[in-house]
């Protein structure tokens, strides 16, 4: 029982949530909103390419520590 209350409170300490930081949003929002069309469209080709790589990357991963088991 003394191990458990620790273990309960580091567990507790884990699962909270930080706190969120808004501000750097509105701040890019507004930055892009500032330029012309064609690097916002470049913008949002780049975090199209940005989040298909990462997720290819991840699925890869996966497979891989999948089939090494």
Known sequence: MKRLAP?????T??????PARAQGCAQCRDNTAGTP???Q????????LLT?????LFVTTVTLLRRNR
Do not use: F, K
């Not at 273990?7 to 567990?11: N, V």
């Not at 300490?13 to 930080?18: Q, V």
């Open 41 to 48: 469209r470049a913008y949002r080709h780049a975090i199209l």
């Open 52 to 56: 298909l790589s990462a997720g290819g």
């Open 13 to 18: 300490a884990l699962a909270l949530p930080s």
């Open 7 to 11: 273990a309960l409170l580091l567990a």
């Open 37 to 39: 069309p064609s690097t």
